[in-house]
């Protein structure tokens, strides 16, 4: 199974996101590993890089864009999860990473600014999805809502907002909360951490995405 998280906006929560679905799902007994396609900022790979040798091992890998479907692709018979860290810029890396997977997380912020990677990346989105589907793929996608403060009219908004486009909004949503500030300061994931809340959250975000495996 690969899962890329994924939209053409930096600072939406890709990598956070990413590094703590791995942990969660590692904490489910599934072999787990990273790509990380941000070859700006690369910060999966610093992550794990922070994280300390006596926590559970996630391998994060770097990639070559021509070769993205085929490592992806080796990459998946060697784990149950390969988790791609998405990059925020347009490009043929990020058509591959479509083409890559079989499940994209979008993850948006309750942001103005945010909207317009995100609509640029659904017109690539389907175009990409066209092709693989012409060639007999699939390819789902859901949108997270992220950095979500309760009861706040901007969060109501893009709430309303996301009704609008076809994908699919996932009813998990991830609060704004310290923890996942935190945890990605020392590699860990708020599984490894102590808001019970933020725990809860990741929780069911996992359960969620398993459920649509
Ligand atoms: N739910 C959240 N609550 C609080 N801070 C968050 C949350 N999600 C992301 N962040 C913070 O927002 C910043 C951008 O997140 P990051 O995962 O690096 O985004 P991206 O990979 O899309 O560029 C980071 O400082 C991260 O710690
Ligand atoms: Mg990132």
Redesign the pocket.
């Known amino acids: 199974m690969v899962i890329a998280v994924t939209?053409l906006?930096?600072?939406?929560?890709?990598?956070?996101?990413t590094t703590n679905l791995a942990v969660s799902f590692t904490q489910l007994g599934k072999d787990v590993c990273i790509v990380d396609t941000?070859l700006g900022?690369q910060?999966s790979m610093e992550w794990s890089g922070n994280r300390s040798e006596d926590r559970v091992r996630i391998p994060v890998f770097g990639v070559s864009i021509k070769q993205l479907n085929k490592e992806v692709a080796d990459l998946a018979k060697r784990f149950d999860i390969v988790l791609i860290?998405g990059t925020?810029q347009l490009s043929e890396l990020a058509d591959r990473t479509i083409l890559a997977s079989d499940l994209l997380v979008i993850?948006l912020t309750p942001s103005i600014y945010d909207f317009r990677g995100f609509e640029n990346f659904l017109v690539r989105f389907e175009q990409v999805k066209g092709l693989k589907e012409a060639s007999g793929g699939m390819v789902r996608a859901f949108i997270l809502l992220?950095?979500v403060v309760p009861n706040t009219k901007v969060s109501k908004d893009i709430e309303d907002a996301v009704k609008e486009y076809e994908v699919e909004v996932l009813n998990t949503k991830?609060?704004?909360?310290?923890a996942?500030?935190d945890t990605?300061t020392n590699g860990t994931g708020v599984l490894e951490y102590k808001d019970p809340k933020a725990k809860a959250e990741m929780k069911s975000l996992t359960e969620e995405l398993l459920k649509n495996i």
Do not use: E, F
């Not at 906006?9 to 996101?17: A, H, L, M, S």
């Not at 991830?174 to 310290?178: F, G, Q, S, T, V």
């Open positions: 939209n906006k930096g600072g939406v929560g890709k990598t956070t996101v941000d900022q910060s860290d925020p993850p992220n950095r991830l609060a704004n909360r310290i996942y500030v990605a």
